[in-house]
């Protein structure tokens, strides 16, 4: 997945049990997909409690911010509940999207399909605005230049 490509569509469940399609997420506006390898773990819990203390730019920006990982639904709401995360949370559970996205690590300490790390603009008409997916489960994404594409 690059810079100018077609973003997959998916309908994957949010903390609700819920289906949530891209469609719905990229709306009006532009939105930002974070992958992420699993809920709880510490890099993983340190991102995503990053973008919740964030979220006023990313609202004033009018970004839709949805975090997708491999865990389930109950497991992705107790994480939300637990880090007073303010955004959507995707379970990626059958791993089709992660699969789309092309980020996904095969084997992950003897796990088979994880999703890696990944940061994906997209803009309301599904086009990939900036595509970043790490193979290094310990870093960040380049949040400065995630800002850049945003605004």
Do not use: A, P, V
């Given at each position: 997945m690059?810079?100018?490509d077609k973003a997959p569509d998916f309908s994957l469940q949010?903390?609700?049990?819920?289906?949530?399609?891209l469609s719905e997420i990229t709306g009006e506006g532009k939105s930002l997909l974070l992958f992420f390898p699993l809920a709880f773990s510490g890099i993983c819990t340190d991102e995503m409690c990053i973008i919740r203390d964030n979220m006023k730019l990313y609202n004033s920006l009018k970004v839709n911010v949805a975090g997708i990982s491999i865990d389930?639904?109950?497991t992705l709401r107790e994480f939300k509940r637990s880090n007073n995360l303010n955004f959507i949370l995707l379970?990626?559970?059958n791993k089709t999207a992660s699969r789309n996205y092309q980020c996904i690590y095969e084997d992950y300490y003897g796990m088979k399909g994880v999703s890696k790390r990944g940061a994906f603009v997209i803009d309301r008409d599904k086009t990939i605005l900036y595509a970043e997916i790490l193979d290094q489960d310990d870093q960040f994404p380049d949040f400065n230049t995630i800002f850049k594409h945003l605004s």
């Open positions: 690059k810079k100018g949010n903390t609700e049990g819920n289906y949530i399609t389930s639904f109950f379970s990626d559970f």
